[in-house]
C-alpha cells in the first residue's frame, strides 16, 4: 500500500478542531494565537477545493463549533471568557457561508432527523427545546422532560456512522507480532518517552510516537510502513520542540489519512 498526498492546509493560528460533514466537506476551526480570534474554514474533503477560508462572527474571539449537521455548521458562544459553558446557538450554512439563523436563549445539545436540540437553565433543571434546523424555529416544547430527550439523543448517537473512521488506540506488547515488530524496527534506538498510538488500516501500519533527544527536548514522529513489504512508506517528525504530550494527531475517514503537524497544518493523503 501507498500514501499519495493530495493537499495540505496550513494556518498562521493553531487548528482548533477537523470535522468532516455528512456531504463530505472538511471543516477546521482555527484560533490565532496572538489575536485570539477564531475562523473557519472549508474544503471539498477529497479534492481540497476550497468552499472557503478565515470565515469569522461578528464576534471573533469567544465562539466555538458545536458540531457540523448536514451542510450547517452549528457554533456557540461563551457566557464569559473564562467560563467552559456554552450558550447560544448559532447556525452558518457552509454553501453560502451566511448565518442562517441564532437562538439567543438556549444552549446546543445534539442535532437529529431534521431538528436541533436545545435547552435553557432554570433554577434547578433544564427545560429542552426542539427547532427546525434549517429555519431556527420551534417544532417542539419539551419542558423539562429529561428522559425523552436522553432517549432521542442516544438514538442520534447510536445512528452515527463512525464506521468509515478508524482512530489510534494506545499500542502494547500483546498485540500482533507483526505490528510489535514493525514498531520495535524504527523505536528500537530511541528513547520512547508516552504511549505510542497506532492504526491498522488493512496491510498499512500507521503509528507515532514521542522521542527525547535530549534533556530539553522531545520531539513526535509519524510513520507508516507497509507491512506485506516491510517498506517505511512515510517517516517525519510532526511537532518539534514538544514540551506536552500530542495525541490525536491522525485519523483515517474512508481511504483517507487526515495528518495532524505542527498543530497548525492539515495534510490529506490517500491510502491506495
Known amino acids: 500500500m501507498n500514501l499519495t498526498k493530495l493537499y495540505s492546509y496550513k494556518s498562521s493560528g493553531q487548528i482548533w478542531r477537523i470535522l468532516i460533514s455528512d456531504p463530505e466537506k472538511l471543516i477546521l476551526e482555527t484560533r490565532d494565537r496572538s489575536t485570539k480570534e477564531v475562523s473557519l474554514q472549508c474544503f471539498e474533503l477529497f479534492t481540497g477545493k476550497k468552499i472557503f477560508s478565515d470565515f469569522q462572527l461578528e464576534e471573533k474571539h469567544w465562539v466555538g463549533i458545536e458540531t457540523v449537521y448536514e451542510d450547517l455548521i452549528l457554533l456557540h458562544k461563551f457566557p464569559k471568557p473564562d467560563m467552559p459553558g456554552h450558550k447560544e446557538i448559532i447556525a452558518v450554512d457552509i454553501p453560502t457561508q451566511k448565518v442562517l439563523w441564532t437562538n439567543n436563549e438556549l444552549s446546543f445539545l445534539f442535532a437529529y432527523k431534521d431538528k ?42 447510536n445512528e452515527k456512522d463512525w464506521s468509515v473512521y478508524t482512530f489510534p488506540k494506545n499500542f502494547s506488547a500483546d498485540v500482533d507480532l507483526t505490528i510489535t515488530r514493525a514498531i520495535q524496527s524504527q523505536t528500537a534506538n530511541l528513547e520512547v518517552t508516552g504511549n505510542i498510538e497506532y492504526i491498522l488500516y488493512y496491510d498499512l501500519l500507521l503509528f507515532n510516537y514521542h522521542v527525547k533527544e535530549s534533556s530539553s527536548n522531545t520531539y513526535n514522529k509519524f510513520t507508516a510502513i507497509d507491512l506485506m513489504s516491510n517498506k517505511v512508506i512515510l517517516d517525519e517528525i510532526i511537532n518539534t520542540n514538544v514540551r506536552a504530550f500530542f495525541t490525536d494527531s491522525f485519523f483515517t475517514y474512508k481511504n483517507l489519512l487526515v495528518l495532524l503537524r505542527e498543530k497548525n497544518e492539515v495534510i490529506i493523503y490517500s491510502i491506495n
Open 116 to 157: 436541533v436540540y436545545g435547552y435553557k437553565q432554570g433554577f434547578d433543571e433544564r427545560y429542552f427545546t426542539s427547532l427546525n434546523y434549517l429555519t431556527g424555529e420551534v417544532v417542539e416544547d419539551l419542558g423539562n422532560n429529561s428522559e425523552a430527550v436522553n432517549s432521542l439523543r442516544n438514538l442520534s448517537e
